[in-house]
């Protein structure tokens, strides 16, 4: 069904929407991002005030904070409860990403699920191991904990200021393989860092735990339920001496997340227009009811916690922790300390070595099969900034050690972290010295990446605009009544009209549940395509979205010097049908929900729809196809 395009000349020069719809990961991604200033200020907060009232400082988070019920409460310190408490949601959106990853990100392939596994382990064994080198002999060997986690948010944040340019990718990279040394330094505090277990608590823990898993088997969606049994798991660990956090990650990683399915958007739809004609309160229980169902409890939570543990809980726990008194006396000592030189080599010598060593172990043993998703300066640049110690760093430092000790830790953290970004910036900039070809190589790598549409484009089958052997097709899945559609439209014919080598792909799928007139005008499309006229009828639908009765589909058919009685035989007899019933079908395969939403060279595009959003895509698409096409071998 291929058929040339309008000429170029004919296509606007550019879009006026700019409607952002983002995923979860990029929402995560630039939340990280944009409150690494705020984690940032109140680090420098936490020096200025212990060095200008260092005992105001100790005195302030020593003050006991006591919750009492009758006889029996909980009682800690201000330190305890933001370490040991807020920090408790911390882990519980770390635990809500690690799940979204593993359900719908990279690794919802499980072979994917072997590198971010081996680079997270391999960038804390390394580390360890010089740690405990640096400290051979000494007490202080033990605190060996406090060289190996990455700080996922503080790592997110400064590289996108240290890494301008760098492909998401490289972030989501990064993402993958500190999510697991973050579960990792949570089961290393509850192991080794917990003292005096009392085992009938712990027990109770558990089985909380446990209740909370056959709950969600069993249906159970009340989120009230799901807090409780949340506050009930938090206190068991609370008494039974294991760090409480764990309980926040455990029930992290137990929400499912799982995209809004077509059923569920028409229940909801349905039930709104229920309320709609008559507005009861039980009918809009049921609507709201429809509504937050449709989204998965991943998202919910997400959205909900996400922004207040990244702009208030990590920060508070900055200033609660980052606090030293600072001389150049100490300095000194610090400096030549094993437990400063220790923390500061592993994270900055054995964070890069371990990660990068592993990955490039992995690829080897696998004879290619897997590979980092990006170049390997990405991956060395990844590895950088993953020396970025902070949050779960300083959580065992205050567990492991005290004194003088714990301000040499903290000296050695807040050394990583500013060497780590220092060596990242170089990664980077040395790259983006190289040939486009290799920079491209470098940044976006070899590895095949996840294809999200689960129907090829077919030029015998699909409506074609552009070249058959383009090297980017984009598709995109429409309505000729939705709206963003139609606000859409302009930025994929500037995208036409700049690119010669892009193909370009309709597919049908009309929301009939919101857009009555949706599925007569699809029919309407093919009614005109049987004549060789789909992408005159498909523009003249998008410009006209406001008349697509039967009459208006006629004069359309008209002004388009259409057969118009064979057009209304085709219209009446629904000869398009079986088409715009494959585009459906190949839709919910693909897990395609709403309009409009594209795919480039196969992977779903998330984010804007601008012409500057879609064209970034299609250039990354792009450099992609080249860097495949050169990695093949010639052909003899």
Known sequence: MTESGSAPSLFPLRTVWARSLETPLRQFLRTETGSSAVLLAAALTALAWSNIDSSGYAAAWQTEVSIRVGTTGLADSLHGWVNSGLMAFFFLVVGLEARREFDMGELRERRRLALPLVAGLGGMIVPIAIYLAVNAGRASASGWGTAMSTDTAFALGLLALVGQGVPDRVRTYLLTFAIVDDVAGIVVIALVYSAHIDLTALSTGVAILAAVIVARRSGVRSGAAYVLLGVAAWIAFFKSGVDPVVAGLVMGMLALAYPASRSDLAQASASF??????????????????????????????????????????????????????????????????????????????????????????????????????????????????????????????????????????????????????????????????????????????????????????????????????????????????????????????????????RYVWRHLPLTDVHPHALLAAEGAEAAARQGKFWQMHDQLLDHQGALTVRDLTRYAGELGLDTGQFTRDLRNRAGHAKIAADMDSADLSGVSGTPTFFVNGKRHHGAYDISTLSDAVRTARARALISRAAQPPRV
């Open 273 to 502: 227009r229920l309320f709609r004609e008559q507005p009861t309160p039980e009918l809009a229980r049921d609507a709201r009811e429809s509504v937050r169902t449709a989204i998965s409890p991943n998202d919910r939570l997400q959205q909900l916690l996400h922004p207040w543990t990244s702009y208030l809980i990590v920060p508070l726990f900055a200033l609660a922790n980052v606090g030293i008194t600072i001389s150049g006396s100490f300095l000194a000592r610090a400096y030549t300390s094993p437990v400063t030189v220790g923390i500061l080599l592993g994270y900055v010598v054995g964070k890069p070595a371990g990660t990068v060593g592993a990955a490039w172990l992995l690829a080897r043993v696998s004879r290619g099969r897997i590979r980092p998703p990006v170049g390997w300066a990405a991956v060395t640049g990844a590895g950088m900034i993953a020396g970025i110690g902070f949050i779960v760093s300083l959580l065992i430092a205050s567990l492991a050690f005290h004194g003088t000790q714990l301000a040499e830790a903290k000296v050695g953290v807040l050394s990583a972290a500013v060497c780590a970004s220092a060596l990242t910036w170089a990664v980077f900039r040395v790259t983006a010295m190289l040939p486009k070809r290799l920079r491209l190589r470098a940044l976006l790598g070899t590895a095949d990446t996840i294809i999200d549409l689960a129907v090829p484009a077919d030029p015998d089958h699909d409506h074609v605009r552009g070249p058959d052997k383009a090297p980017v097709t984009l598709v995109e899945y429409a309505d000729f009544e939705c709206p963003y559609c139609g606000q859409a439209e302009p930025a994929v014919r500037e995208l036409l009209a700049d690119y010669g080598d892009l």
